[in-house]
């Protein structure tokens, strides 16, 4: 054995290690140098010459696209609100029933017959009993009583899903429903007529 130190191994040791001088590949030094390459073009695209949109501008304008569709797709709801039948496929209804009881029951109990909000379950309805009504009602919401407009919380199918399944709680029997409150009691004036 000779003494002439092995070429491939370097001085370099830690814990009885020696390192080992191995070439890297290649195709991996030409791969890392396209890295800093694309590195050094991204930065100057972006960020020297300004010459693309950054992630903010490129947010804000996909923002405004999808504002348009969306007040487009509202103002169409709202143009067809006074046409809208009750949907009857089950999959809406089921829906509505789950956004129902997750929105709606708080102020209206779970089967319609009303708490902080109106029995849904008569025929006395305070702001219009037909179904146009009922989607206008949840949908602009009442304020001044408490009713939150939700056209900003639901897509306009969700508000015909859940205006769908109320109109399926008319006549139902809840126990101790709220009395009905669009009519002044029979021995009280009606000081709005």
């Given at each position: 054995?000779?003494?002439?130190?092995?070429?491939?191994?370097?001085?370099?040791?830690?814990?009885?290690?020696?390192?080992?001088?191995?070439?890297?590949?290649?195709w991996?030094?030409?791969?890392?140098?396209?890295?800093?390459?694309?590195?050094l073009?991204?930065?100057?695209?972006?960020?020297?010459?300004?010459?693309?949109?950054?992630?903010?501008?490129e947010?804000?304008?996909?923002?405004?696209?999808?504002?348009a569709?969306?007040?487009?797709?509202?103002?169409?709801?709202?143009?067809?609100?006074?046409?809208?039948?009750?949907?009857?496929?089950?999959?809406?209804?089921?829906?509505?029933?789950?956004i129902?009881?997750q929105?709606?029951?708080?102020?209206?109990?779970?089967?319609?017959?009303?708490?902080?909000?109106?029995?849904?379950?008569?025929?006395?309805?305070?702001?219009?009993?037909?179904?146009?009504?009922n989607?206008?009602t949840?949908?602009?919401?009442?304020?001044?009583?408490?009713?939150?407009?939700?056209?900003?919380?639901?897509?306009?199918?969700?508000?015909?899903?859940?205006?769908?399944?109320?109109?399926?709680?008319?006549?139902?029997?809840?126990?101790?429903?709220?009395?009905?409150?669009?009519?002044?009691?029979?021995?009280?004036?009606?000081?709005?007529?």
């Amino acid at each position: 054995m000779s003494d002439a130190p092995d070429p491939l191994l370097l001085d370099h040791e830690a814990d009885g290690i020696r390192e080992l001088d191995n070439q890297l590949p290649r195709w991996w030094v030409w791969l890392f140098n396209l890295t800093i390459l694309f590195a050094l073009c991204y930065l100057g695209f972006y960020h020297v010459w300004a010459k693309g949109d950054l992630m903010l501008a490129e947010y804000q304008r996909e923002m405004e696209i999808g504002d348009a569709i969306k007040a487009k797709a509202l103002a169409q709801f709202e143009a067809d609100l006074a046409t809208l039948v009750p949907l009857e496929d089950e999959p809406a209804l089921a829906q509505g029933g789950q956004i129902f009881a997750q929105m709606c029951a708080p102020c209206h109990r779970g089967d319609g017959g009303g708490l902080v909000g109106p029995n849904l379950t008569d025929d006395y309805w305070i702001h219009g009993a037909a179904f146009k009504d009922n989607l206008r009602t949840i949908y602009h919401g009442v304020p001044d009583k408490g009713m939150v407009s939700w056209k900003n919380l639901l897509k306009p199918r969700e508000v015909l899903a859940v205006g769908s399944y109320i109109y399926t709680l008319r006549g139902t029997q809840p126990p101790k429903p709220k009395p009905p409150e669009n009519q002044a009691p029979a021995n009280v004036p009606n000081i709005y007529e």
